[in-house]
């Protein structure tokens, strides 16, 4: 385990060495931005540390009620409900809204926290290939007898760095009467004109039936989840959802932190503008050199190594080189496509990245996966 001794930014400190971060979700450079800062510090002023209960005993100040506002806003949905995370959103949310005579339909390459959702739910699960609308449609006509179907998703696929089709997922919801669910994590902040994830992204904000997100991601703070969606919804999980009802309700300054993210994503799309930027500066550039990039439209940018030895191997040398980059195998990724997952920011100068892609042609000709 690699030890992280300072603040998360473009450049970080870490082993007692300077690197280039290319594995945080720090999209925005949120994480270090002076008026979370400010708002975190002023709510432990004014709340302490902690609340030291659960959110429907004595946890809940009026930080986390106009968060929950807040995010309803954000996502344009009716009302919205704050987790201690978004996989205790996921899991409260499959748990409680699903029975026994109920099917969920899960994209392949979903998040873990679905997956332990879907299995945690009392529902059939049926598992769809990544994105394979046709295949999809098909568990759709088989479902037909269950109660409810549930479609779930990632907007953003982490490992990919692709999007789900959420068009076409929106028209077989309409055409078989199936609920649409978006993990938006890897969306919320960064897609969008004005952030608000791959919803915004396709124009279908006021067509997802329910939405779920994190605070942890492009927003900056240290945790913290959402779901998203119906009052009548919300209302229910409020009452219903064991991992919302049986845990302390976030720290209030988490909290605060959040609120300022939203808004500081609402209000500088600059922000958008410089990651992309980047993304495609350094995507250019590493290809140049002969790398297998994923093309994609966000800026999760996994470098096809196939070898789950030779990627971790490369990603040990970078890391030697100043850059730190996760290889990822077997089974975060399907045998025999191990890869380096660059995860670009806006916090990443342009001397952070040429230092990088010169240190990737380094290692690449060293290690012969590039010539």
């Given at each position: 385990m690699k030890i992280l001794e300072s603040e998360q930014a473009g450049r970080v400190k870490?082993?007692?060495?300077?690197?280039?971060?290319?594995?945080?979700?720090?999209?925005?450079?949120?994480?270090?931005?002076?008026e979370l800062k400010r708002k975190a510090i002023e709510a432990l002023q004014n709340y302490g540390c902690g609340t030291a209960s659960g959110p429907q005993t004595a946890g809940t100040?009026?930080?986390h009620?106009?968060?929950?506002?807040?995010?309803?806003?954000?996502?344009?949905?009716?009302?919205a409900l704050v987790f201690n995370s978004c996989t205790s959103a996921n899991v409260g949310l499959?748990?409680?809204?699903t029975t026994d005579k109920d099917v969920i339909l899960s994209d392949q390459y979903n998040h873990a926290s679905i997956i332990d959702g879907c299995r945690l739910s009392r529902a059939q699960t049926k598992v769809y290939a990544h994105n394979e609308m046709n295949e999809l449609e098909r568990l759709l006509k088989e479902s037909q007898d269950r109660r409810l179907r549930v479609i779930i998703t990632d907007g953003v696929f982490s490992m990919e760095g692709d999007l789900a089709p959420l068009d076409q997922l929106?028209?077989?919801?309409r055409k078989y009467d199936a609920v649409v669910v978006v993990d938006d994590c890897h969306g919320t902040g960064v897609l969008g004109s004005e952030g608000r994830g791959t919803p915004e992204h396709f124009g279908l904000e006021d067509q997802i039936d329910i939405q779920t997100s994190t605070f942890g991601k492009a927003a900056g703070a240290a945790a913290g989840g959402y779901v998203a969606g119906r009052k009548e919804l919300i209302d229910y999980l409020y009452n219903r959802a064991r991992s919302f009802i049986y845990t302390n309700a976030l720290p209030p300054s988490v909290a605060a932190t959040a609120l300022a993210a939203l808004e500081?994503?609402?209000?500088?799309?600059?922000?958008?503008?410089?990651?992309?930027?980047?993304?495609?500066?350094?995507s250019q550039r590493i290809l140049r050199l002969g790398y297998q990039v994923v093309d994609n439209e966000t800026p999760i940018l996994p470098t096809m190594i196939g070898d789950e030895t030779l990627a971790i191997k490369m990603s040990n040398k970078l890391f030697d080189e100043g850059v730190f980059i996760k290889g990822f195998t077997y089974p975060s990724v399907p045998l025999g496509k191990a890869r380096l997952r660059a995860q670009i920011s806006a916090a990443h100068?342009?001397?952070?990245?040429?230092?990088?892609?010169?240190?990737?042609?380094?290692?690449g000709e060293e290690l012969?996966?590039?010539?």
């Amino acid at each position: 385990m690699k030890i992280l001794e300072s603040e998360q930014a473009g450049r970080v400190k870490m082993d007692g060495r300077s690197v280039v971060m290319f594995s945080s979700n720090n999209y925005l450079g949120l994480a270090s931005h002076p008026e979370l800062k400010r708002k975190a510090i002023e709510a432990l002023q004014n709340y302490g540390c902690g609340t030291a209960s659960g959110p429907q005993t004595a946890g809940t100040t009026r930080l986390h009620d106009d968060l929950c506002k807040k995010v309803a806003e954000f996502t344009r949905c009716d009302a919205a409900l704050v987790f201690n995370s978004c996989t205790s959103a996921n899991v409260g949310l499959l748990a409680s809204i699903t029975t026994d005579k109920d099917v969920i339909l899960s994209d392949q390459y979903n998040h873990a926290s679905i997956i332990d959702g879907c299995r945690l739910s009392r529902a059939q699960t049926k598992v769809y290939a990544h994105n394979e609308m046709n295949e999809l449609e098909r568990l759709l006509k088989e479902s037909q007898d269950r109660r409810l179907r549930v479609i779930i998703t990632d907007g953003v696929f982490s490992m990919e760095g692709d999007l789900a089709p959420l068009d076409q997922l929106v028209d077989l919801g309409r055409k078989y009467d199936a609920v649409v669910v978006v993990d938006d994590c890897h969306g919320t902040g960064v897609l969008g004109s004005e952030g608000r994830g791959t919803p915004e992204h396709f124009g279908l904000e006021d067509q997802i039936d329910i939405q779920t997100s994190t605070f942890g991601k492009a927003a900056g703070a240290a945790a913290g989840g959402y779901v998203a969606g119906r009052k009548e919804l919300i209302d229910y999980l409020y009452n219903r959802a064991r991992s919302f009802i049986y845990t302390n309700a976030l720290p209030p300054s988490v909290a605060a932190t959040a609120l300022a993210a939203l808004e500081v994503i609402e209000g500088h799309p600059e922000l958008r503008e410089s990651l992309f930027e980047n993304t495609r500066y350094f995507s250019q550039r590493i290809l140049r050199l002969g790398y297998q990039v994923v093309d994609n439209e966000t800026p999760i940018l996994p470098t096809m190594i196939g070898d789950e030895t030779l990627a971790i191997k490369m990603s040990n040398k970078l890391f030697d080189e100043g850059v730190f980059i996760k290889g990822f195998t077997y089974p975060s990724v399907p045998l025999g496509k191990a890869r380096l997952r660059a995860q670009i920011s806006a916090a990443h100068s342009k001397e952070d990245l040429d230092y990088s892609i010169e240190a990737f042609r380094k290692v690449g000709e060293e290690l012969r996966v590039i010539t």
